[in-house]
């Protein structure tokens, strides 16, 4: 029994292992058979890699383009040919056949479907004049392997993501098919087969869609960039950055889970990767000072699935996003901006008042490392960053090439890292006898030598296994976007006006109706399917519906704030109970029950989930048409003190214990905060001057400040 934590070390290693399971399935590497196919797996991951970065190369290096269409085409064979090599027909054995399940050997339908699904795939890139030539025309063996890859995606999505998505996807299916059978209010023409086959796999639609393009162009770029990153040591430097920060003060280590969780969340696209490479070490911490096991997972979970709302490097959503509205990148992390560090501050106000609450403080500064030293020891990690910073905001370069040259030159960090490593080592036989001078200048040299090519050697390993890892992340990504592409390739087949009609209805014109409708519907999706094909199913089909719901009763919505709305319930059903994968892998870490640390780690959540409601109507949050940076500054702390005063009334505690009367006055603040545009509207305020009216919310907090102040200075005042 460890006597600082009071926990088991063998069930710590069970709960690793658990957690670890977890990240292993989501990054493809269910399956380890032998050596040979081992091998085999891993050289298509790392060529799928280089594939990928050799087509950015070519157009911004060489100006060389390879068509979209045949980039898109050979980026789904890829994850079509790795997905069934690592992932069996099931995770357990079904009927007694153990053979579904073998985790051990590949066997022959898996490779059959491989070889078949990569070929249905690449059909387009191989015969794309051919199909250019017949479009409206297709052959029978168009349609013939058309229907194959549609059938051995929706059995690679399920493998991968569950069957879900499938699932959804056969019954769009179906009704577009039988649609012209339908009742009147879903009433809709039918299609053919051979144009529901020619929509959706041989043209730049269905399959082939936007939300494949962006995996294929810029997703692959980043994930592969955070895998390399992570395979450096990345990872393992923001926490400790972290915690030499916030480590010391009360509550540290929960403050510095929420960091170290926003530095790699920014970069890894995935909650569970994120909670397994972060969690692994700040969980145990978060114990260690007095966080019960489930709260210590909930704030993880919390911080972890927030990852992906952190610009500048946000999920692959955010991209899509940029597709789909036709919009620079850069507009999306202005948007996002604001509510994303809120987001974030709001957390860290809440692990105060846990900490408040419990009595905790923070770890002892002796146990600690000084942020300079940690700074110095990990500075080379911030060189890519810097770099992929300065092409997004200061050359205003789009995604593709700015993450290009932050991955070579991640690459060369890499190897000069293990070069200095290799010559600083202590090394056994470095140190001479006493009174002997063996060393002379040929030796120290042979040995500098040998330092810097076992340095290569070991750097040039590090890339691959970064190349491969970034690969095998993508697997689930680029699927999850292909099969999604199903379903916005049949709304695009006329479904939209259907669809349209539909919601309309259900919401009866109301736009906040809409919006929970749009909520409750993600958050529902979203427990069976990954952020990504979360957004890309209810974005397709509910986003522009909320604009024109809005602006049919004179309520203008901003597509970016609809778009982003579906974006963030999305991210939140990550942690939604009682499915919330997220908070299945921290609570392995933390050894508590998954389902209350589900509910505990949405109900730390909540926080996040009002402010996508706050910016549809008060679209300064995203920083629509606002365009002075002081005014960017006061929008930032009024909602921050707003979603504070949120997250006061949800915990229970401000300066101490709340009583019940005081929770409508939190509430009455943050709507003040939050909504300064509709107090001035019920208070005669002219527009312009909307703002003044938040000094109402900030008396509100001072009061109540007041009052607990006195209330907990007073022995008599409970």
């Known amino acids: 029994m460890d006597p600082d934590t009071g926990s088991n070390g063998a069930t710590d290693a069970a709960a690793q292992t658990e957690a670890e399971a977890l990240v292993e399935f989501e990054a493809g590497i269910l399956r380890k058979p032998g050596h040979f196919w081992r091998l085999c797996i891993t050289l298509i991951a790392v060529a799928w890699s280089l594939f990928q970065i050799a087509v950015a190369a070519g157009d911004m290096v060489f100006e060389k383009r390879l068509d979209s269409i045949r980039v898109r085409s050979i980026h789904l064979g890829f994850a079509m040919l790795l997905l069934f090599l690592n992932y069996p ?60 890859l549609l059938v051995l995606l929706l059995e690679a999505s399920r493998r991968v993501i569950g069957p879900a998505l499938a699932v959804i996807a056969l019954v769009f299916t179906v009704y577009v098919f039988t649609s012209e059978h339908m009742p009147e209010f879903i009433f809709d023409k039918g299609v053919s087969l051979y144009r529901y086959v020619e929509q959706m796999t041989l043209w730049d639609a269905g399959v082939y869609g936007v939300p494949l393009d962006v995996s294929a162009k810029v997703v692959f770029l980043f994930v592969l960039f955070g895998a390399m990153l992570d395979r450096a040591g990345g990872g393992r430097f923001f926490i400790d950055l972290a915690l030499s920060l916030l480590g010391r003060y009360r509550g540290g280590p929960a403050k510095a889970a929420v960091l170290s969780s926003g530095l790699t969340g920014m970069i890894s696209g995935s909650s569970i990767a994120n909670i397994v490479t972060t969690g692994t070490f700040t969980i145990p911490l978060m114990k260690k000072v007095g966080y019960p ?30 597709e789909y509205i036709n919009v620079p990148y850069l507009e999306v992390v202005k948007a996002a901006i604001i509510p994303a560090l809120v987001s974030y501050a709001t957390l860290f106000y809440i692990t105060h008042l846990e ?13 600690l490392k000084s942020f300079a030293t940690v700074l110095f020891q990990g500075f080379h990690f911030l060189i890519p960053l810097g770099v992929l910073l300065y092409f997004l905001i200061i050359e205003r370069r789009s995604p593709e090439p700015s993450v290009f040259h932050a991955i070579w030159v991640l690459a060369i960090v890499m190897v000069a890292r293990r070069i200095w490593q290799a010559l600083h080592m202590p090394r056994a036989d470095a140190a001479p006898m006493r009174g002997m001078a063996f060393s002379t200048a040929a030796s120290a040299g042979r040995n500098v030598a040998r330092g810097v090519a076992g340095g290569v050697v070991m750097g040039l390993r590090d890339i691959v296994d970064g190349l491969a890892s970034g ?24 479904l939209a006006g ?24 993600s958050l529902i999706i979203g427990m069976g399917l990954p952020t990504t094909a979360t957004y890309v199913v209810i974005g397709s089909l509910i986003a522009t519906v909320i604009v024109d719901v809005g602006g049919a009763h004179g309520f203008v919505v901003p597509l970016m704030a609809a778009h982003l709305f579906c974006f963030y319930f999305g991210i939140l059903a990550d942690d939604t109970p ?30 996040t ?10 679209t300064d949050l995203i920083l629509h048409q606002v365009t002075r940076w002081d005014h960017g500054i006061l929008i930032f702390v009024t909602a921050c003190l707003g979603n504070f005063a949120f997250a006061a009334a949800t915990q229970g505690w401000f300066l101490r214990r709340n009583r019940w009367y005081e929770l409508p006055f939190f509430l009455v603040a943050t709507l003040v905060l939050m909504r300064p545009d509709l107090i001035a509207r019920w208070l005669g305020i002219d527009y312009s001057q909307r703002y003044w009216t938040c000094l109402i919310g900030i008396g509100i907090i ?12 007073s022995p008599t005042q409970l």
Do not use: H
């Open 471 to 494: 690969a095998r992340n993508m697997v689930g990504v680029a699927l999850a976007c292909a099969a999604a592409g199903i379903i916005v390739g049949i709304v695009d087949m006329g």
């Open 293 to 322: 096991a489930r709260k210590a997972a909930a704030i993880e979970v919390a911080a972890s699935t927030d990852g992906q709302l952190a610009p500048p490097i946000m999920g692959a959503a955010a991209f899509i996003i940029a």
């Open 498 to 521: 259907t669809i349209t009609d539909i919601i309309g209805t259900l919401s009866r014109g109301n736009v906040f109706l809409l919006l929970l409708i749009t909520a409750v519907a």
């Open 578 to 607: 009682p499915v919330g994968l997220a908070a299945y892998a921290a609570a392995a870490i933390a050894k508590s029950p998954p389902v209350p640390t589900g509910v505990q780690a949405f109900l730390y959540d909540i926080r």
């Open 702 to 713: 001072i009061c109540l400040w007041t009052i607990q102040r006195i209330r907990r200075q």
């Open 609 to 618: 989930a009002i402010l996508p409601f706050m910016f549809i109507f008060n």
């Open 355 to 367: 900490a408040c609450k419990l009595g905790l403080m923070g770890m002892a500064k002796e146990n």
């Open 89 to 148: 027909l099931f995770r357990k054995p079904r009927f007694g056949i153990k053979a579904w399940a073998d985790m051990r050997r590949l066997p022959w339908w898996d490779v059959f479907c491989a070889v078949a699904g990569c070929l249905a795939a690449l059909y387009l890139a191989i015969d794309y004049e051919g199909l250019a030539r017949r479009q409206g025309q297709p052959l029978v063996r168009d349609i013939v392997i058309g229907i194959v």
